[in-house]
């Protein structure tokens, strides 16, 4: 059972990333995937939630509207599309699964 996130990196505000969380080893398509972040010194957030069928998702007030949550049931895969980036967004992000799994965390840093 597992959870790998990729697409981390440094982009400058304004800018544009979209992270992939990979999942194996669990019937993907029956579990609620949500992303969390957690910036240094700061406890750990929740970003955006999507359900089992990807029919329904919810978003953390500071990213709506920038980013959105889906998810490929046939390729065991989360994405979370991340626009008009800034300095605040910079954090390690995560991928969590219902059955509570989580992944090891991909850094996002937003700068200049």
């Known amino acids: 059972v597992q959870l790998v996130e990729s697409g981390g990196g440094l982009v400058q505000p304004g800018g544009s990333l979209r992270l992939s969380c990979a999942a194996s080893?669990?019937?993907?398509?029956?579990?609620?995937m949500t992303w969390f972040r957690q910036a240094p010194g700061k406890q750990r957030e929740l970003v955006a939630v999507i359900t089992s069928s990807g029919r329904s998702t919810n978003y953390a007030d500071s990213v709506k509207g920038r980013f959105t949550i889906s998810r490929d049931n046939a390729k065991n895969t989360v994405y979370l599309q991340m626009n008009s980036l800034k300095s605040e967004d910079t954090a390690v992000y995560y991928c969590?699964?219902?059955?509570?799994?989580w992944g090891p965390g991909t850094q996002v840093t937003v700068s200049s």
């Open positions: 969590y699964a219902s059955l509570d799994i």
């Open positions: 080893g669990f019937t993907f398509s029956s579990y609620t």
